[in-house]
Structures are given as structure tokens and as C-alpha cells.
């Protein structure tokens, strides 16, 4: 399913359709507002959320990898401007570039130097 054009366009539409309530939520005034824009945020997170892991990970990876990727993509995130290497990061993981390359291999379908530079030409 995660490679299937069909299942990433429905759930792109899907996306889209939450945008368009959400929009629409905005403009409504009563009590109810604050609890609909959190559930419809929070399904809208969700489906997001999903997207990103077929399009962005591979199967079956492990929970401690995940977690190292997510720790890594956040560094990037707070220190691109002053740090440019995959050594930069992973002396703030306390881990080696080498081990932090091996992981991304077995879970990530991008490289970690792919995402030091992807984020810093956007």
C-alpha cells in the first residue's frame, strides 16, 4: 500500500477535504468551535502523519531507529544554519556519523546528508 498512487492521492484528497472544514470551522462562532478545530486538527496530524511515514520510511522499522531519525531531523531543524556535516550532528547524539548513516540505511528512504541539505535549501 505505500507505494500505491492510488492510496497517496486519496489520502492527499483527504488532507485537502480536512483543510477545507477546517477553513470553514474557523469562520463558525459557538461553543462547540474550540473542540471541533482540536479533533479535526488532530485527525488532520494523524493523516499527515501517515502520509509521511509511506512516503518517507521503510517497512518494519524499528521503534529505537525511529527514534534516533526523529532526534536527528530535529537537530536539524534547530542547528542547520551553524551545522552543516553529518559529524556535527552526530557528535550532539553521541553517536558516530557511521552509525547514525547505517541507521537512516535501514529506516529512512533519504540519507542523512539529504536531509541537512534538503532543509537547508528550503
Do not use: W
Not at 2 to 29: A, H, R
Not at 50 to 75: C, G, M, P, W, Y
Amino acid at each position: 500500500m505505500g507505494n500505491n498512487p492510488f492510496f497517496n492521492q486519496c489520502t492527499k484528497e483527504s488532507l485537502g477535504n480536512l483543510i477545507e472544514v477546517l477553513q470553514k470551522e474557523f469562520k463558525i462562532s459557538d461553543n462547540n468551535q474550540e473542540e471541533m478545530l482540536r479533533i479535526l486538527l488532530k485527525r488532520f496530524i494523524i493523516r499527515a502523519t501517515r502520509l509521511a511515514r509511506k512516503q518517507l520510511l521503510k517497512e518494519n522499522s524499528k521503534t529505537e531507529e525511529l527514534d534516533i531519525v526523529r532526534l536527528f531531523n530535529s537537530l536539524v531543524e534547530e542547528h542547520f544554519k551553524s551545522r552543516k556535516t553529518v559529524g556535527d550532528y552526530a557528535d550532539l547524539m553521541h553517536k558516530s556519523p557511521k552509525t547514525i548513516a547505517n541507521i537512516f540505511t535501514k529506516v529512512s528512504k533519504q540519507s542523512p546528508l539529504q536531509v541537512i541539505h534538503e532543509r537547508i535549501t528550503v
